[in-house]
């Protein structure tokens, strides 16, 4: 008998590292496999335990500290889940790969999601001396080789990440960022081009590797007959940025800081500015990421002003919606900007481009028949035994 005709398979998404709401957990992915008829539930940190889209979230508190979160979070995590009894595991940050391999040992299969580069990502990690960074990434680059070939399946943001593992485990799958078309572009009402604020907007991470010094210190750099506005949303300013320092760049004067939003709120800001920055440092694990970020500006009929990587130059170079800049040259960012803000009729253009492009081919349809796919693979497989 088909296990769908006798119950609906249990699955359960973990994370420790990020909100059980997260956009692409919980947004993209466990809302997916619910539409597609699988009983969700999602453990990860989030203020109370609810139900939302057919989606069960079960919360645990996160810890501020970063070694406690990878340990004492990470446990929570995974007793909750345990005890879920679910009938695949799909966990999201590498502090869970123990906590899968229990879970394996457990007769569950397993699939590990991966999100970011790894080895890559502690290159630049800043709460590391710089000299231990190349042995720390060699030690996580051959931990993960030797733990990935286990898992039931690997699901990799970028194609760059799956090419790594495709050799070390065959059931490796690309599901890329990108986003809910049909919820970006009519997120609200269309704001005609002219009405939009005389603004721009970043949204995600603030951060020192993600150019928030150097956004700030563009602001200082635009005319004075300019009204421009930086609106950022996000988390407060870390302390490795000094939010002091910034508060007293002259460009601090020309930002709006709404703090954290929700999905609905940032594709509110989105449609009523003129322009998304994504401005990430040339550091090992950015130049071939795929932020959702340039995805939600495009689907918004946003122009972005990005980064001068090759991968995004294919993406959005090939679309024409959007400007390249160095990210650490504030000048560069402030005629971006100047440029966006004075030249409306082609700034309209390169949004609507993007937003073609999102709509035909940038969008979450295709990525979740991949995942969906993936799972009744397994399903098959739990329903054989």
């Known amino acids: 008998m088909h296990l769908t005709e006798a119950r609906r398979l ?4 973990m994370t420790s590292v990020h909100s059980a709401a997260d956009p692409r957990i919980f947004h993209k992915e466990c809302r997916s496999l619910a539409r597609a008829g699988f009983d969700v539930t999602v453990v990860g940190p989030y203020p109370r335990d609810t139900t939302a889209d057919a989606v069960q979230i079960r919360s645990v508190c996160r810890d501020r500290s970063r070694l406690v979160r990878m340990t004492r979070t990470a446990w929570r995590v995974y007793d909750r889940a345990r005890r879920e009894n679910a009938d695949i595991y ?8 123990p906590f899968g391999f229990l879970l394996l040992l457990g007769g569950r299969r397993v699939i590990y999601d991966i999100h970011e580069d790894l080895p890559k990502d502690v290159l630049s990690k800043h709460y590391l001396p710089v000299w231990c960074r190349p042995f720390v990434a060699w030690v996580a680059e051959n931990m993960q080789r030797v733990t990935c070939r286990r898992f039931s399946a690997l699901v990799a943001v970028t194609p760059s990440i799956a090419s790594r ?10 599901v890329r960022n990108f986003p809910y078309a049909e919820e970006l572009i009519h997120a609200g009402k269309a704001v005609p081009w002219e009405q939009r604020r005389q603004s721009v907007a970043y949204v995600g991470g603030i951060t020192v590797q993600r150019a928030i010094r150097e956004m700030v210190s563009a602001m200082a750099l635009l005319p004075a007959s300019l009204p421009a ?10 302390e490795e940025a000094d939010s002091a320092d910034l508060r007293r760049n002259p460009g601090w004067k020309r930002v709006h800081h709404h703090g954290f939003l929700d999905q609905r709120s940032t594709f509110q800001l989105l449609h009523n500015v003129r322009a998304g920055l994504v ?5 090992p694990n950015h130049v071939e990421a795929m932020p959702q970020k340039i995805f939600e500006y495009m689907g918004a009929g946003l122009p972005v002003i990005a980064s001068d990587f090759p991968l995004w130059r294919r ?9 390249f800049v160095d990210p650490r040259n504030p000048n560069q960012i402030a005629k971006a900007i100047e440029y966006v803000l004075s030249h409306p009729r082609a700034a309209e253009e390169m949004g609507h481009r993007g937003q073609v492009a999102v709509a035909e081919r940038f969008n979450w349809n295709s990525e979740a028949n991949t995942l969906v796919h993936l799972y009744r693979q397994i399903e098959s497989e739990i329903c054989a035994v």
Do not use: M, W
């Open 10 to 13: 249990k699955v359960v998404h």
């Open 90 to 97: 799909h966990f999201h940050d590498p502090e869970l790969v």
């Open 165 to 174: 593992f495709s050799s070390v485990n065959p059931r490796t799958v690309v």
């Open 229 to 238: 506005k930086l609106e950022l949303a996000g988390p407060e300013v870390p």
């Open 279 to 283: 401005l990430f440092h040339p550091e």
């Open 315 to 323: 993406i959005i170079g090939g679309t024409g919606c959007g400007i």
